[in-house]
């Protein structure tokens, strides 16, 4: 069973307590990044307060989330137009190397065991 844990992180220079069951490392890796989003919103809106720093780094991290999902979705979908196209030049291969040996296996005599 995991264990839930307190990890202190510091965001915009304010300290946090995260209870979690994730791994510190993890979680101080991940307020890292929102600390980071977190000034690049703060130098873009300097005279805003810090909730408005706040929702505009939660936006940018938003875009940022939707667009690698947009990007994952298409990178699915063209991975899986490649297999189906793999798998239809597979089945041809393997159609014409199949007639061919079905052609030779008829050209042998069939054995008569009828004595």
Do not use: W
Not at 5 to 23: A, F, H, K, M, W
Request: glycine share 4%; with cysteine.
């Amino acid at each position: 069973m995991d264990q839930t844990r307190v990890v202190t992180v510091e965001i915009n220079g304010q300290r946090y307590p995260i209870r979690s069951n994730l791994d510190a490392a993890y979680i101080a890796e991940l307020a890292a990044y929102v600390d980071q989003k977190m000034a690049v919103a703060h130098r873009e809106c300097p005279q805003g307060d810090s909730l408005k720093v706040a929702v505009l780094a939660a936006l940018n991290i938003a875009d940022e989330c939707f667009r690698a999902r947009d990007e994952d979705a298409t990178r699915r979908r063209t991975l899986n137009s490649r297999a189906e196209e793999l798998e239809k030049m597979l089945d041809l291969a393997l159609g014409i190397q199949v007639e061919p040996a079905a052609d030779a296996a008829a050209s042998y005599p069939t054995p008569n065991y009828a004595g």
